[in-house]
């Protein structure tokens, strides 16, 4: 399943617009850079943004297809 959404950066406020790939146990994420909002992740944001997490969302944010 594929589905597309949004999720913030906490640090700088900016919006992350993500294409998401359901899994069994997982979600990857791959960030997109057109279309409209979707769905909000608040899960996937709370654990990117915790200080442990920050360097997978810097490769998010870089085009780097990760999972959650």
Do not use: W
């Not at 597309?4 to 998401?20: A, F, M, P, Q, R």
């Not at 359901?22 to 915790?50: M, P, V």
């Amino acid at each position: 399943m594929q589905t597309h959404g949004y999720i913030y950066d906490k640090s700088t406020g900016e919006k992350i617009l993500i294409l998401v790939r359901q899994a069994s146990y997982y979600r990857n994420l791959k960030r997109r850079f057109a279309g409209e909002d979707g769905n909000h992740f608040d899960d996937e944001e709370n654990f990117l943004n915790e200080k442990e997490q920050l360097e997978r969302l810097e490769r998010l944010k870089n085009g780097e297809t990760i999972s959650c």
